[in-house]
T-cell receptor, first 112, second 111 residues
Framework: NAGVTQTPKFQVLKTGQSMTLQCAQD?????MYWYRQDPGMGLRLIYY???????DKGEVPNGYNVSRLNKREFSLRLESAAPSQTSVYFC???????????FGSGTRLTVV | GENVEQHPSTLSVQEGDSAVIKCTYS??????FPWYKQELGKGPQLIID?????GEKKDQRIAVTLNKTAKHFSLHITETQPEDSAVYFC??????????FGSGTQLTVLP
């Protein structure tokens, strides 16, 4: 039972490059989320998907796009990376009986 | 939207002592308050949660209290052990199934 799987675990990008962070869950959860974690700022919501086929902006969506590919997978895309997007990114999911989130292990992204 | 404030940002206690972390929230519609523990290099893990129809919940050495009137909730860890050292996050959520997180508390348990 893998839970929430994120790839890659580490990535270094140059300013202006693009990349996609992948997330998959095997718990049959309806809702999925992308958060970024920065020192002293906790976890901030970038985008979420309440159910398959829907996505909505969170607190800090600028510079990101998402795709809910199917019920299992929710990807986060940086079209033109900027140093301000250096962060640790967490994917999470939640089930119908909302009891918080199950988090992945994170992707540490550095933009130089 | 919801705003969650968490204090203190760092906390050091002697092994065996108790630790208390406090959070306040702003949205009276929030009705779900989980606490997460994050160890170095890992994602946050749920350790305890409480809903707004309950004032206190306990699970072994961990307890959470909720004061809806004052809009604050607290995490209490008794008989702390070195393995309790981690970053702890509080969060608040409502019907939208989204959580707003506090800024985290680095707990260090000194041997």
């Amino acid at each position: 039972n893998a839970g929430v799987t994120q790839t890659p675990k580490f990535q270094v990008l140059k300013t202006g490059q693009s990349m996609t962070l992948q997330c998959a869950q095997d718990m049959n959860h309806n809702s999925m989320y992308w958060y970024r974690q920065d020192p002293g700022m906790g976890l901030r919501l970038i985008y979420y998907s309440a159910s398959e086929g829907t996505t909505d902006k969170g607190e800090v969506p600028n510079g990101y796009n998402v795709s809910r590919l199917n019920k299992r997978e929710f990807s986060l895309r940086l079209e033109s990376a900027a140093p301000s997007q250096t962060s640790v990114y967490f994917c999470a999911s939640s089930g119908t009986a909302f009891r918080g989130y199950t988090f992945g292990s994170g992707t540490r992204l550095t933009v130089v | 939207g919801e705003n969650v404030e968490q204090h203190p940002s760092t906390l050091s206690v002697q092994e065996g002592d108790s630790a208390v972390i406090k959070c306040t929230y702003s949205d009276s519609a929030s009705n779900y308050f989980p606490w997460y523990k994050q160890e170095l290099g890992k994602g946050p893990q749920l350790i305890i949660d409480i809903r707004s129809n309950v004032g206190e919940k306990k699970d072994q050495r961990i307890a959470v209290t909720l004061n809806k009137t004052a809009k604050h909730f607290s995490l209490h860890i008794t008989e702390t052990q070195p393995e309790d050292s981690a970053v702890y996050f509080c969060a608040a959520g409502g019907s939208a199934r989204q959580l707003t997180f506090g800024s985290g508390t680095q707990l260090t348990v000194l041997p």
